[in-house]
Nanobody
Framework: QVQPVESGGGLVQAGGSLRLSCAAS????????MGWYRQAPGKQRELVAT???????NYADSVKGRFTISRDNAKSTVYLQMNSLKPEDTAVYYC??????????????WGQGTQVTVSS
């Protein structure tokens, strides 16, 4: 089974915007919760935002009001719209997609990460 594939990272000035995408499809499982995490140099990976298959969202306090997570269930794709970016948002952003197998087993699969750099 292929891992989730992220896209949309890059370099942006402070105050700018970026939109990340992550596609996570499979033939023998459905996709449950999806989320975005980030890891800055020298720091632990941290939650940014998550969204359930029903659309319920959760955000880290540091991004509330600036970032919006959404998903297209038909495409098994999750998005992260990032506005008013700050230098402290600089990190590698990882997508996590929960695979739900027919026997009820759940497994969170990670993407390879995409770099987001915000210059001051």
């Amino acid at each position: 089974q292929v891992q989730p594939v992220e896209s949309g990272g890059g370099l942006v000035q402070a105050g700018g915007s970026l939109r990340l995408s992550c596609a996570a499809s499979g033939s023998i499982f459905t996709i449950g919760a999806m989320g975005w995490y980030r890891q800055a140099p020298g720091k632990q990976r941290e939650l940014v935002a998550t969204i359930t298959s029903g659309g319920r969202t959760n955000y880290a306090d540091s991004v509330k009001g600036r970032f919006t997570i959404s998903r297209d269930n038909a495409k098994s794709t999750v998005y992260l719209q990032m506005n008013s970016l700050k230098p402290e948002d600089t990190a590698v952003y990882y997508c996590n997609a929960e695979r739900v197998y027919v026997d009820g087993t759940r497994f969170g699969a990670w993407g390879q990460g995409t770099q987001v750099t915000v210059s001051s």
